[in-house]
Nanobody, 123 residues
Framework: QLRLAESGGGLVQPGGSLRLSCAAS????????VAWFRQVPGQEREVVSC???????TYADSVKGRFTISRDNDKDSVYLQMNNLQPEDTAVYYC?????????????????WGQGTQVTVSP
């Protein structure tokens, strides 16, 4: 089993930055791919970024050039640095890990989830 916990959300003005953290417990994160998702009420959860166990990263077009995903396997943690935040980035952000360590895994194959952290971008 893998337990994930997000932190680092909050309220920020447009153009500001936040760094989200996803910390794993119970099991090591070393060989898992980990993705960041976000969800707005009434909408489907959408993938923002994913990093595989080798450090290869993918990004949604909407965040390319603004967000950076990274991982520290020694700390069993994955991070999402979010710069130049805009109101449309407002959402609950979740980290998740699929059963297979593959950033191409569909949403249905994500077995492990954190509880989410709210990010609000507002003047």
């Amino acid at each position: 089993q893998l337990r994930l916990a997000e932190s680092g959300g909050g309220l920020v003005q447009p153009g500001g930055s936040l760094r989200l953290s996803c910390a794993a417990s119970v099991a090591r994160l070393t060989y898992y791919a980990v993705a960041w998702f976000r969800q707005v009420p009434g909408q489907e959860r959408e993938v923002v970024s994913c990093i595989n166990h080798r450090g290869g990263a993918t990004y949604a077009d909407s965040v390319k050039g603004r967000f950076t995903i990274s991982r520290d396997n020694d700390k069993d943690s994955v991070y999402l640095q979010m710069n130049n935040l805009q109101p449309e980035d407002t959402a609950v952000y979740y980290c998740g890990a699929p059963v297979a360590s593959n950033c191409r895994a569909p949403l249905s194959e994500y077995r492990y989830w954190g509880q989410g952290t709210q990010v609000t971008v507002s003047p």
